[in-house]
């Protein structure tokens, strides 16, 4: 079949557009279209054989109902009998809009749509888009999520056509969507009311206006314990090819324990991918990276989850780990979604992390402009069994410089550079109990020792690596100078590699 794809403006409707697409749902055939959740797949609701044909193109097991889509609220009443009372009031406050609420099904809906229940799930969008289409098929049009059953939701009509071109009628592309994440879903044939699937809408939004609402409790657990109250919660969603773990703990031993398994993979050359956000970015080095959002506002997480989860897709990675995010208000939906798109594997970062003595090594020199950098460069070279931070620092630093232009000619011979380098001013900030200081001679331990006292990890480089080969002061001598200077510190830091190394298999 040939899947027909009309771009279509939510600010500028063009009808033509609108009645072809509604009568293809009229004659029976699917229809992919935005809504400000995700795009959705449109079928005639009150067809029967529609929704088989929905069930064929997603590959969906058909004992997992379908949402039906109305675009006015006196048309609940077509659908769905005993209506509760408070109904009014969520519909007055949340629709159009992300919340899908369950009430008894009446004759006209068939049991294909609703999956064999007799309960009838109901939404009204509020994108203009889907308010038009829903119109112009006659004012009922069932719409699961536009994606193969089990990979991530669809948020632009690029991601519809990836798993559908050829499958359905036509996609409508009306760009990428608000929210990201599909509608809250709330049981009304329950007394108090139930959330079944978290979304936009809070249960504290809910609770404001008609008191107590309960939550499925099988919605962020395992799911292997207890079957989920909605149908299709029960299978495996949203997922990405690579296996997909939640690193879970406290924000920084999160960002420790990614740091630490990306670096592992790394050494053994396994290709991983790692879900980072804004404000951790920084910290992560090795793997494919990507940046889901900002914490400060989780919308942007909500969406971006899905196109980031399909973007790993194309990376080739066998397992993507992703730090956690609170579960309050929005976060509730995201983490249910992840836990889901991760078939509920998770991992304690406190479990992964390895207490490691040195974090961090600091070289300083005098001046921060020769040896010390070097010294760094020199040991970045190496693999280690664990991945440090390594920096350096002067005694004397007036105002920052680049490297000394010797120091950085013989680099450049040994096939490095400190091109990167400004020298920084040691500090107090430096003494941390998980980083490791060494200098490059006895003044500058000494100094070190006498202004900040003792009971920090300060050695001298030979002093650590025991050996007592002096390192030589080049300082205003010529490049040969520099030459020598360089090989001791090869040979000095060679050894310190072999050292640390050898802490860590002492477990140390
Ligand atoms: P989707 O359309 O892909 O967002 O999925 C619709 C989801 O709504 C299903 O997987 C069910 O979890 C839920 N759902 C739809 N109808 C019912 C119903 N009658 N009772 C309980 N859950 C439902
Ligand atoms: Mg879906």
Redesign the pocket.
Known sequence: METKIRKIDKNQIDETVIREAGDILKAGGLVAFPTETVYGLGADALKEEAALKTYAAKGRPSD????VHIAEYEDLKKIAVNIPAETDILAAHFWPGPL?M?FEKSAAVPYGT??G?D???VRMPSDPVARELIRAAGGFVS???ANTSGRPSPTTAEHVAEDLDGKIDMILDGGAVDIGL?ST?L?MTVTPPMI??PGAITAEMFEELIGEVSVDETLLGDESKKAP?????KYRHYAPRAKLLIVEGDLREEILAIRQLAYAAHREGRRIGVIATAETLPFYKYGVIKNIGTRENEKTIARSLYRVLREFDEEDVETIYSESFAVQGMGKAIMNRLEKAAGHLRISAAAVVKQQRYRRITFVSRTDSARAPMAAEILRQYELKQEYVVDSRGLVVLFPEPANQKAEAIMKSARMTLGDHVSRQFGEENLQEDTLILTIDENQKNKILSEYGTGYNVYTLNEFVGDSTEIPDPYGQPLTAYGECFEVLRGLVKKLAEKLDSLVEEGL
């Open positions: 997992n109902p379908l949402i899908t369950i609703t999956g229940l309960t009838v799930a719409a699961p999520s599909e879903i049981d079944l699937r109250k909605a149908p299709g919660m």
